[in-house]
């Protein structure tokens, strides 16, 4: 939608989550997944607050997750949401309930979870660093993930999408497809960007779109890599994709950081 507004961009991509959510609501999952966490149902609000508040910006760059994260999205609704980072920086808040089926070691406290997500503060501890403010940051950029379900294990062990078999995965990919799609099409950027390969082959799968694809590394401290200067390593990738503007005075540079 080339001649939207702010309002109407954010009114379409805010439309993709809701028949995401609803489209995904009666998907159900075998065991070794044991508990299914949606959090566009139960933390809709703090999710509904962030797409409007910041996928109007007509951001030239969408930046695409993999899925929630038990103690990120899972507890704030909002893609790599480390509570401290989205209640702190990015000011947002909202009502969250629970899940449907909670599991033991993995409670949902929503906002008041006092456990941070490793992988959420990196990202948006990059972000804050390199932009300075929300504002900034969402002129140029959008994060979404594709998946809106994080999935356990018995033991409270998460297990990504990617390892689900190959009916579940088909079923699911589906809708998740038809969102991304949507997505790009209400905010057509110049690059869309997976962080970490799963979420850029799903990205690439769709077929051209108009847009110029790439991969970066994702923020995960499960990657050994990731724990070595994953906020340098991110940075490059995107100036290699070509996905950063003229360098801000407040980005910090690779030497600045060494």
Request: net charge positive; proline share 9%; glycine share 10%.
């Amino acid at each position: 939608m080339p001649d939207a507004t702010s309002a109407d961009k954010a009114a379409c991509i805010v439309a993709a989550a809701g028949r995401l959510r609803d489209a995904t609501a009666k998907l159900r999952f075998r065991p070794p997944v044991t508990h299914v966490y949606r959090p566009l149902e139960y933390a809709w609000e703090p999710h509904r607050r962030y797409l409007e508040r910041f996928a109007g910006s007509g951001a030239p760059v969408l930046l695409v997750g993999m899925n929630p994260g038990p103690f990120g999205m899972a507890q704030s609704g909002v893609p790599f949401g480390d509570v401290g980072s989205v209640r702190g920086w990015l000011g947002i808040e909202g009502d969250v309930g629970r899940p449907a089926e909670e599991h033991p070691r993995r409670r949902v406290d929503g906002f008041a979870c006092a456990r941070g997500e490793v992988s959420g503060r990196r990202l948006w501890g990059w972000a804050r660093a390199a932009y300075t403010t929300p504002a900034r940051f969402f002129a140029r950029f959008l994060v979404w993930n594709y998946c809106p379900l994080a999935f356990l294990e018995e033991s409270g062990r998460n297990r990504t999408p990617d390892k689900l078999p190959a009916p579940e995965r088909a079923a699911l990919y589906t809708p998740c497809d038809a969102a991304l799609r949507a997505v790009i099409e209400c905010l057509a950027p110049t690059h869309v960007i997976g962080i970490g390969r799963f979420a850029f082959e799903r990205a690439v799968a769709l077929g051209e779109l108009g847009a110029a694809y790439g991969c970066a590394l994702h923020p995960s401290p499960a990657s050994p890599a990731a724990n070595r200067d994953w906020e340098g390593q991110f940075e490059k990738a995107l100036r290699e994709l070509g996905a950063l503007d003229d360098e801000p005075k407040t980005r910090r540079t690779s030497r600045q950081r060494q």
